[in-house]
């Protein structure tokens, strides 16, 4: 996006205020973005994620660190901890599952 340089002041009438402050709880974007998303032509705003799927990603992304952990292990000392490895595994395979049945 472009460098943002110039400052706007402009009065909404209260419906329009109410509908700018509920896109901001909603997006989680601060109005100034929502503005300025929606005179660049964008449509359609998504909510932001909730608590639950961040917490989801998050232990995806744990697994993830904790697999390329011994990946990197076994690349230098040529062996693998299996058990390790098998937990991991385990680990993801049952968090793609759970948010595939919430979210997908």
Do not use: W
């Not at 901001?24 to 359609?44: A, P, Y």
């Not at 992304?61 to 390790?84: C, M, P, V």
């Amino acid at each position: 996006m472009a460098e943002v340089c110039v400052i706007k002041s402009f009065r909404l009438s209260p419906e329009l205020a109410y509908k700018l402050e509920e896109m901001h709880n909603l997006t989680g974007l601060n109005q100034s973005e929502i503005v300025r998303l929606s005179l660049g032509g964008v449509k359609v705003i998504e909510k932001k994620p909730s608590k639950e799927l961040m917490t989801l990603l998050l232990k995806l992304n744990n697994i993830g660190n904790n697999i390329n952990q011994i990946a990197k292990y076994a690349n230098t000392f040529d062996t693998i901890d299996e058990t390790s490895l098998r937990v991991c595994v385990t680990n993801l395979n049952s968090t793609i599952n759970e948010i595939r049945k919430k979210y997908l």
